[in-house]
T-cell receptor
Framework: AQSVTQLGSHVSVSEGALVLLRCNYSSSVPPYLFWYVQYPNQGLQLLLKYTTGATLVKGINGFEAEFKKSETSFHLTKPSAHMSDAAEYFCAVSAVDSSYKLIFGSGTRLLVRP | GAGVSQTPSNKVTEKGKYVELRCDPISGHTALYWYRQSLGQGPEFLIYFQGTGAADDSGLPNDRFFAVRPEGSVSTLKIQRTERGDSAVYLC??????????????FGPGTRLTVL
């Protein structure tokens, strides 16, 4: 079975500061890992995903995440926060043998202070 | 092009009533998914369609929930005898259906269901 834990339901950063959103997962089989962003009144949008190969994954809007198998982590980072990054971020995992079924964490709301 | 659309955007009903939630996937996407997002939680998988058939309905919470996709495009999620605990945002997603890691799910804006 797979599960996802996102540490911190709310993270607040200043504009221009580093963004770090934490995600840890558990999976009994090789996982696929995802980060989605949800803006108010909009659907979830895929930021990036890890499937195989290079463990550092670059996504849209300057975000990236690194898959660390030894730490079972897939933390999301961005060097410099913009006001437009304020949203809710969800980490998700799926299994190679049931890749259609996304298991989501409970989400982290990112607040960006001017 | 058009994304996934869901109607209605908001639905308020009374306990015990029947509701239908509609999802229009992206044209050409053969796979369709329903998720439920309760307040303060991440989306929770309900059901997955490949074409017209439900390939995995293991996430449906009980037999009051049912979903159909008769022509392999539009899908309807049906909830009978609604309960206050059914209040949530119901999300629909679609994908090309090729399977594997290339098959990205695209989400609609959701239907917010409130059961009074």
């Amino acid at each position: 079975a797979q599960s996802v834990t996102q540490l911190g339901s709310h993270v607040s950063v200043s504009e221009g500061a580093l963004v770090l959103l934490r995600c840890n997962y558990s999976s009994s089989v090789p996982p696929y890992l995802f980060w989605y962003v949800q803006y108010p009144n909009q659907g979830l949008q895929l930021l990036l995903k890890y499937t195989t190969g290079a463990t550092l994954v670059k996504g849209i809007n300057g975000f990236e995440a690194e898959f660390k198998k030894s730490e079972t982590s897939f933390h999301l980072t961005k060097p410099s926060a913009h006001m437009s990054d304020a949203a809710e971020y969800f980490c998700a995992v799926s299994a190679v043998d049931s890749s259609y079924k996304l298991i989501f964490g409970s989400g982290t709301r990112l607040l960006v202070r001017p | 092009g058009a994304g996934v659309s869901q109607t209605p955007s908001n639905k308020v009903t009374e306990k015990g009533k029947y509701v239908e939630l509609r999802c229009d996937p992206i044209s050409g996407h053969t796979a369709l998914y329903w998720y439920r997002q309760s307040l303060g939680q991440g989306p929770e998988f309900l059901i997955y369609f490949q074409g017209t058939g439900a390939a995995d309905d293991s996430g449906l919470p009980n037999d009051r929930f049912f979903a159909v996709r008769p022509e392999g495009s539009v899908s309807t999620l049906k909830i009978q005898r609604t309960e206050r605990g059914d209040s949530a945002v119901y999300l629909c997603a679609s994908s090309l259906g090729a399977g594997g890691f290339t098959d990205t799910q695209y989400f609609g804006p959701g239907t917010r269901l409130t059961v009074l």
